[in-house]
Every structure is written in C-alpha cells, then in structure tokens.
C-alpha cells in the first residue's frame, strides 16, 4: 500500500541481536515482522504476513536458514544474510549470490544495504 513503510522480516535466534536489529529499522522507518528465532516460525510468518525484504541470520542455534531462504525465493522476496562469518562458503549454496552484511551491524552498512535491496 501506498505511504505503508516496507515490512522487513527479521530472523534471528540471538535476542539482544534481533531486539537491537529491530530498534534500527523502525528507527530507518520500516516496519518489522517478527524477529523469530526459528525457521518453522519464519516459514509461518511468510505465509501469512506481506514482506517486502527479509534478513536472516545464517545459524539459527542448531538450525540452519536454508529452507527460509528456499521459501523467500520461491515467493520472489528478495533478502540478506546476516552473519558472523567471513567467508561465503557459510551461506547455503544455492544462495551465495546474495547481499551479506557482517555482525557486527554497522548502522550505515544496514541501512544502505537495506535501502538498496528495496530498490532492486
């Protein structure tokens, strides 16, 4: 809808993490779904929530973020990985191609990246 700011899921499992990432993006202006610390709590809220983009941390505890990114992409919502890691061979395969933005979150990294996402 028109004048509705973008609504932005945020998946991850660490509550300082996602209550900090939260803070930010309504600070930026977005609303935000979620955060949840799980894919079955992810994969619910994609199917029944509008978004416009998603941020996923990439180790959820012992959980892996694949089968949400499989779903975003599948429904054609673009998203960024969020991690701790270096090195891309951390993301799931089929997703290596995707933004990435570094924990810890640098405001004016998110914010761009955010915004350039929801651009594309």
Do not use: W
């Amino acid at each position: 809808m028109a004048g509705q700011p973008a609504r932005i899921l945020v998946v991850e499992d660490e509550a300082l993490v996602a209550n900090a990432l939260e803070y930010l993006l309504i600070e930026f202006g977005y609303g935000v779904v979620g955060p949840v610390p799980s894919t079955g709590k992810a994969l619910k809220l994609i199917a029944v929530e509008a978004i416009d983009i998603a941020l996923l941390d990439v180790n959820l505890g012992n959980e892996r973020i694949d089968c949400v990114a499989e779903a975003l992409a599948s429904a054609s919502i673009p998203f960024i990985f969020t991690t701790g890691y270096s090195n891309r061979s951390a993301l799931p395969e089929a997703f290596r191609d995707r933004p990435v933005i570094n924990k810890p979150y640098q405001e004016e990294q998110l914010r761009d990246a955010v915004g350039q996402l929801l651009l594309a």
